[in-house]
C-alpha cells in the first residue's frame, strides 16, 4: 500500500483497525468496472501527458547527437566537469539545506523563544515565490556590485556555487522544514521519556534517540534538495555563473543552437538519476517505517526552555529568519524603485508596467491557467489516491507512480520532453490527429500544454494529501455508511468527500503555488505572445531591469497569498464545523508528501 | 420505574415494526487469494470454512474463537462486506448471498464504532433514514426515540467526539437499530471500552435487543461476553465451527478438548476408561474409582481426558490414610475475595482449583508449601477422547 509518507512517518488509523481485515472489501463487479474505467482514463491521461514527452526525449537522446552529449557526460573533460558540478550542488544544497530546515524545525518544535510564530511565516514564505526569487535578492545584496559589497568590501563572489547553494536552499527549505515538523510532532514522547530515565543527558538523548529516529526524514530531506537543485533551472540562469550543471547545458543546447539532439541528450542525463533517486526513496521509505515513529504522539512535547542549546539554536535560527527577512525585503522594495541599490528613487513605473502595460500577459495568463490547472490536478490526485488505497491495490500503485512522475521527472526534463513531442502535429495517414499543443502556432497559443504542465506538477500533493488523508480514514467508516443503505456513490460523497476536504483544499493551495511560481518545465515552451509570470521575471533579469522583476516577482506572491487566503477562508469555515483533528494535521501538510 | 419501563417497551415496538428474522448459513466459506497468486484460486488462506448455522428470529447468537479463527470474516460476509467464496445467506426465506451490503436488511455496530466524525449525533442517527428518503417527520420521530432509548436525549447536537468512549457506543448502537434491522451484526463493539463499562454495555445491549426483539450475531473473543450475553455460543477454530451450543453446554459438555480448553479453565486429567453405561464412564481418578459422564464417542478401553473445570475440585486437610497421589502441594494462591484460586502440583501434573468462600471444606487461605489433599466431584466433570482421536 503506497501511503507512507516520505518522511516516513505511518499515518495512524484515527482508531483501532479491526482483526483479519482485508484491504479488498466485497464489492460488486458493477463498482469494479466502475472504478476500473476511471482508473483506466486517469492512466491514458497520464500516459498522454507524460509517455509522449518522455519518449520523445529517449527519440532523440538515441540519435547520433544525443548519445554524443550523453556520453560525453563520461568521456570529455567538461562532461565530467557538468557531472561533477551537477553532484556537488545536489549534495552542498542537500547538506545544508537539511541542516537549515532541521534547525527551524527543531526549534518551531522543540524549543521556547519569542517571535516563533515570525518565524514560522518566515520559514514558509519561500513556497509561494517563484524559485529564483531568493537568487534576484542575494545579487542585489552581495552579488558583485551587491548593497553589502560595495558597504563592507567584502566579495563572496556570489556567482556560481556559493549563490546557487544559497538560493537553492533558501527556496526549496520550506518544504523539507514542514516534513520534519510533523516528523517531530509526531516523535513518540515516551521514546524520550524512557531514554531519560535510562539516564540518558537531553544531548546523548539527542544523538542516540531523537536523530536516529529522524533518519528516515533527513535522507528524504537530503534527497528532495538533491533533485530540485539537479532540475533546477532558474538559479543556474540567474546566478550560475561560469559554474555551470546539467540543466542549464540543456537549456543552452536549446537556445543558442537549437540543437534538441543534444539537449535530449543532457536531459536523459538528468532523468535517470532523478528517478532512480525518487523510486529508490519511494522504496526504502515504503519499507521502514512504523517501527520508530508512531502515529500517536502521547502526550505534549517536551520544550526546551533554558540552556546553551536554546541560545545557540536560537541564535542560528534568527540569524536564518533575518537572511530570509533582508531576501524579501529585497524583493518588497525593489519593485518600487528604478534599481534597488543603485538608484534608489522612488517610481510606481514598474508596477504600472506590470499591472496595467505590457507587463499584464504573463499576470493574467498564468493566473487563470493555474486556477484551472489547480482543481485538475486536485481532483485527479484525490481520484488516484482512493483508487489505490480502496479499490484497485495493483493497478493503484501503477496509476500512482504515473502520478507522482510529475515530481520525480525533473522540471527541466519535462520542459524539453513537452517541446519536442507537442511542438509538431502528429498525422496519420495525411489526416491530423494531434494539433500543435506547444510553442509557436500552437492551438490556443500554447495554453493548452501550459495546463498540462501545470497539472502534472500539481498532481504529486494532492495524491499524497489525498493518500495521506484517506489511509487514515478507517474503513469501517465507509462500510458503516454502506451498511445504512448508501451506494458506493452516496458513501463518496457524504462521508469519503467531506472527511477528506481539508486534503483538497490543501492540495488545491499547493497546486496554485506549485503553477503560478513553476519556471524549469515551462521555459521551453513559452513563446514572446505567451509568457508566464516566471519567465517573463527571468526575461526581466537577464535584461538587468530588476526593478520589474521584482514588481513581478511581489505580485506573483500577492496573488498566491490571496488564492490561500481565499482557500483558508473557506476551509476554515468548514473545519470549525468538521473539525478532525487528526486529519487536518495531515492534510495541511501537502507538500510534505512530495519528494 | 414501573411506568418509565412500560413507556420504554411500548416505543420501542414502535421502533421495531420492521420484524426480526431468522437467518441461516450454509456451507459459508471464504478463501482470501494471495495478490500474486491472483491466477491460482487454490493458493491463499480458507478464513471460513464451511460453516453452517441457523439463527432462530430474535435469538442473540454469539461467535466465539481465538483470533485469526474466521468469525470477523463470518459476520463480514454476513454484512455484505466480503463476497463468499461459497455458500448462501438467507434472512429468513430470503437469499441474500448476491445482494450488495447498501441492500441487506442488516445493520452493523463496529469494533471502532466508525460514528462519522463530520456529522452530529443526530446525523450520525438520521445517516440512514435519510437515504432511505423518509418524510423529516418520521425520521425526526425515529432519531429522538433511538436516543431516548440509549439514553442519548440531549446530545444530538454533539460531535461524536465530544462523548465518552460509552456514549460513542451507544451512539453506534443508535445509529444500527434505528434502522429497523431484520438482524444486527456487533463486531467485538466492547472491545475499546474499560472492563467496568464493558459489563454495563453487555446487558444494556442485551436488554435492547430483547426489548426490540431483533436477531443478533455478536463476534467476541472475550468469553465471559458471550457466556453472559448469548443465548447460543458458536465457538469457531480455523475457520471451522467446533461448537454450537448454549453457554452451559459449551461450558460444561464440550465437544473437544480445543472448545474445553479454551472456554474458562480446565483440568485435563488422562485416564484409562474401565466400561461405560449408561452415558457414566467408569474411570479410576487418584486412585478412586469414579463414574463420569462421558462424550458418546469414548469407547470403553479408550485413553481420554477427563475435563475437571477448578471448581470441580474440592481441597480437604490431608489425612495420613490419604494415598500419596491424593495429596498434592500448594505452589501458588491468587485470593480474589469471593474465591481463592490455587495452582496445586500433584502426582498427575499441576492442577488449578478454585475454592469459592463459602464452600465446604478448607476454610482460610493456603499459603505456598502447604500440603493438601484432593477430591473430585465426579458429577462435575466430563470425559472427553483425547485431542488425537477427535480430530
Not at chain 1, 548519445?67 to 570529455?76: C, E, N
Not at chain 2, 453446554?249 to 488422562?270: E, L
Amino acid at each position: 500500500m503506497s501511503v507512507k509518507t516520505t518522511n516516513g512517518q505511518s499515518p495512524a488509523p484515527l482508531t483501532a483497525p479491526g482483526p483479519e481485515r482485508h484491504g479488498r472489501s466485497g464489492q460488486s463487479r458493477q463498482r469494479m468496472q466502475v472504478t476500473t474505467v476511471v482508473a483506466l482514463v486517469i492512466a491514458v491521461l497520464l500516459a498522454f501527458s507524460f509517455v509522449l514527452p518522455i519518449g520523445s526525449i529517449f527519440g532523440h537522446a538515441f540519435s547520433a547527437a544525443g548519445v554524443a552529449s550523453l556520453t560525453s557526460l563520461f568521456t570529455t573533460t567538461y562532461g565530467r566537469e557538468l557531472l561533477i558540478h551537477t553532484l556537488v550542488l545536489g549534495s552542498l544544497v542537500g547538506l545544508i539545506g537539511t541542516a537549515v530546515a532541521f534547525l527551524m524545525a527543531y526549534v518551531h518544535v522543540r524549543i521556547k523563544i519569542p517571535g516563533k510564530r515570525i518565524l514560522h511565516f518566515l520559514s514558509l514564505l519561500p513556497v509561494v515565490s517563484p524559485p529564483f526569487a531568493a537568487a534576484m535578492s542575494l545579487i542585489i545584496l552581495v552579488g558583485t556590485n551587491g548593497i553589502f559589497t560595495r558597504t563592507f568590501g567584502i566579495d563572496i563572489h556570489l556567482y556560481g556555487l556559493t549563490g546557487m547553494t544559497a538560493s537553492l536552499v533558501l527556496a526549496f527549505f520550506p518544504v523539507s522544514y514542514i516534513n520534519l515538523i510533523g516528523m517531530l510532532q509526531h516523535l513518540d514522547r515516551s521514546l524520550d521519556e524512557a531514554a531519560l530515565s535510562l539516564g540518558a543527558t537531553p544531548f546523548s538523548r539527542f544523538i542516540k534517540v531523537t536523530l536516529p529516529l529522524m533518519m528516515p526524514g533527513l535522507v528524504a530531506s537530503f534527497l528532495l534538495f538533491f533533485v530540485e537543485s539537479l532540475a533546477d533551472l532558474a538559479n543556474p540562469l540567474v546566478i550560475g555563473g561560469s559554474y555551470d550543471v546539467l540543466a542549464k547545458s540543456v537549456y543552452q543546447a536549446v537556445t543558442t543552437t537549437a540543437d534538441f539532439d543534444t539537449a535530449a541528450g543532457y536531459a536523459l542525463g538528468l532523468l535517470i538519476p532523478g528517478v532512480l533517486i525518487f523510486l529508490i526513496q519511494r522504496h526504502w521509505v515504503t519499507k521502514r517505517d512504523v517501527a520508530s515513529v508512531t502515529g500517536k504522539p502521547a502526550g505534549e512535547i517536551e520544550v526546551i526552555k533554558h540552556g546553551k542549546s536554546r541560545v545557540i539554536l536560537g541564535a542560528l535560527a534568527y540569524i536564518i529568519g533575518a537572511i530570509v527577512i533582508a531576501v524579501y525585503l529585497v524583493i518588497f522594495l525593489g519593485g518600487f524603485v528604478q534599481y534597488i541599490g543603485v538608484d534608489n528613487t522612488f517610481t510606481l513605473a514598474n508596477f504600472h508596467y506590470v499591472l496595467f502595460g505590457v507587463g499584464l500577459q504573463p499576470v493574467r495568463t498564468t493566473t487563470i491557467l493555474a486556477l484551472i490547472a489547480a482543481p485538475l490536478a486536485t481532483v485527479i490526485g484525490l481520484l488516484i489516491a482512493w483508487l489505490s488505497i480502496r479499490h484497485l491495490r495493483r493497478l493503484g500503485g501503477i496509476l500512482d507512480l504515473l502520478g507522482m512522475l510529475g515530481i520525480a521527472a525533473p522540471g527541466v526534463v519535462i520542459g524539453i520532453g513537452y517541446a519536442l513531442a507537442f511542438g509538431h502535429s502528429y498525422s496519420v495517414g495525411g489526416h491530423e490527429v494531434l494539433p500543435i499543443l506547444a510553442t509557436g502556432g500552437a492551438v490556443l497559443g500554447g495554453q493548452l500544454a501550459l495546463v498540462m504542465i501545470f497539472t502534472v506538477r500539481s498532481i504529486p500533493a494532492a495524491l499524497r494529501a489525498g493518500s495521506s488523508s484517506i489511509a487514515q480514514l478507517d474503513s469501517s467508516i465507509e462500510e458503516a455508511a454502506t451498511d445504512l443503505g448508501a451506494t458506493s456513490f452516496q458513501t463518496w460523497r457524504k462521508v469519503t468527500l467531506p472527511l477528506i476536504r481539508p486534503a483538497i483544499m490543501s492540495g488545491a493551495t499547493y497546486a496554485i503555488a506549485r503553477s503560478m511560481t513553476t519556471f524549469s518545465p515551462v521555459i521551453f515552451i513559452t513563446t514572446a505572445n505567451l509568457l508566464v509570470i516566471s519567465v517573463a521575471i527571468n526575461n526581466e533579469v537577464s535584461a538587468a531591469r530588476y526593478g520589474i522583476a521584482f514588481a513581478y516577482c511581489s505580485i506573483l506572491i500577492l496573488i498566491v497569498l490571496i488564492a490561500i487566503g481565499i482557500i483558508n477562508i473557506f476551509n476554515g469555515r468548514r473545519s470549525k464545523k468538521t473539525g478532525n483533528a487528526t486529519i487536518m494535521l495531515a492534510a495541511n501538510r501537502p507538500e510534505s508528501e512530495v519528494l | 420505574m414501573e411506568q418509565t419501563m412500560g413507556v420504554e417497551s411500548r416505543d420501542l415496538s414502535e421502533l421495531n415494526n420492521g420484524g426480526a428474522a431468522s437467518l441461516s448459513l450454509r456451507g459459508l466459506s471464504k478463501r482470501f487469494v494471495d495478490e500474486h497468486a491472483a491466477h491460482n484460486q487454490q493458493v491463499g488462506t480458507l478464513a471460513v470454512d464451511n460453516v453452517t448455522l441457523d439463527v432462530v428470529a430474535g435469538e442473540f447468537v454469539t461467535l466465539l474463537g481465538p483470533s485469526g479463527c474466521g468469525k470477523t470474516t463470518t459476520l463480514r460476509m454476513i454484512a455484505g462486506f466480503e463476497t463468499p467464496t461459497a455458500g448462501t445467506i438467507h434472512v429468513g426465506d430470503r437469499d441474500i448471498t448476491q445482494v450488495p451490503a447498501n441492500k441487506r436488511p442488516i445493520s452493523m455496530v463496529f469494533q471502532s464504532y466508525a460514528l462519522f466524525p463530520h456529522l452530529s449525533v443526530w446525523e450520525n442517527v438520521a445517516f440512514g433514514l435519510r437515504l432511505k428518503r423518509l418524510s423529516r417527520r418520521a425520521i425526526g420521530d425515529r432519531v429522538e426515540l433511538a436516543l431516548v432509548t440509549m439514553n442519548l436525549m440531549n446530545q444530538g447536537n454533539k460531535s461524536p467526539r465530544q462523548l465518552s468512549g460509552g456514549q460513542q457506543q451507544r451512539v453506534a448502537l443508535a445509529r444500527a437499530m434505528v434502522m429497523q434491522p431484520a438482524v444486527m451484526l456487533f463486531d467485538e463493539p466492547l472491545s475499546n471500552l474499560d472492563a467496568k463499562l464493558r459489563a454495563q454495555m453487555r446487558s444494556e445491549i442485551r436488554t435492547v435487543q430483547r426489548r426490540l426483539g431483533t436477531t443478533a450475531v455478536f463476534v467476541t473473543h472475550d468469553q465471559a461476553e458471550a457466556m453472559t450475553m448469548s443465548d447460543r455460543i458458536v465457538v469457531m477454530n480455523g475457520g471451522k465451527v467446533a461448537q454450537i451450543g448454549t453457554p452451559e453446554q459449551i461450558y460444561m459438555r464440550p465437544n473437544s478438548v480445543f472448545v474445553g480448553d479454551f472456554i474458562g479453565q480446565a483440568n485435563f486429567i488422562d485416564v484409562d476408561v474401565i466400561s461405560i453405561a449408561d452415558g457414566m464412564a467408569e474411570i479410576t481418578v487418584f486412585d478412586e474409582l469414579i463414574a463420569a459422564p462421558t462424550h458418546p464417542a469414548v469407547k470403553p478401553g479408550d485413553k481420554a481426558r477427563l475435563l475437571v473445570r477448578p471448581e470441580a475440585l474440592a481441597l480437604e486437610e490431608p489425612t495420613d490414610s490419604d494415598s500419596p497421589i491424593r495429596r498434592c502441594t500448594v505452589v501458588s494462591s491468587t485470593y480474589f475475595g469471593g474465591s481463592v484460586e490455587y495452582d496445586l502440583d500433584s502426582a498427575v501434573g499441576p492442577l488449578v482449583a478454585t475454592v469459592s468462600a463459602g464452600s465446604e471444606g478448607l476454610m482460610g487461605v493456603l499459603h505456598r508449601g502447604a500440603e493438601v489433599g484432593l477430591k473430585v466431584r465426579p458429577s462435575q466433570t466430563w470425559l472427553l477422547p483425547s485431542s488425537e482421536r477427535a480430530e
